[in-house]
């Protein structure tokens, strides 16, 4: 079915899947220093890692997989993926995605991503359910993941304190079905 038409799994039309690099340390610790980009990450408080802890890493990690995301045209570390806390016997794993450099983002580069790691969850990992969280006022992200297809199943009200301030957290999913509706359409 789809193999015809993308032979490399792990490669969209912008961006493909990697393993992480030596060299690619420097740049993952670069991004962890600029704060819009850690606040947007996840709901953990924001610290700059040091180049050691940054990475490289292998892509498995422990119940899941790593990518870094590469721009095809040039080969240019822009961020990454993964997904994690796979749970085997329910089919089912969380999303996590980060876009590195502000001059990045709004390019099409996550939405393809998107759809690389939906492919390789649905179809090489063979599961079912992927889910994950976005802060509220991460706009950008809420509207991408939606015209990715995600589905907000509830929120976590005010489950996120920033500068004072309290935040849902909004819990969405995508279902093998829903995915597969969504590229035959």
Known sequence: M???T???WFHGSKVRLAAAIQQDAQTLAAYT???????NLDTDYAVPQTVAE???KSAKIENGVEFM???IDEDRLIG??????IEWNNQAAKLAIGIGKAKDRGKGYGSDALQIILRYAFHELNLNRVGLEVISYNEVAYHAYKKAGFIEEGRKRAAVLRGGKAYD???MSMLRDEWESKIQA
């Open 33 to 39: 220093e600029d704060y819009d980009y850690m606040r």
């Open 169 to 171: 957290l909004i819990l």
């Open 2 to 4: 789809e193999t015809t």
């Open 80 to 85: 990454f993926v993964a997904l994690h806390s």
């Open 54 to 56: 940054a990475g490289p």
């Open 6 to 8: 993308n032979p490399n």
């Open 69 to 71: 995301l590469r721009t």
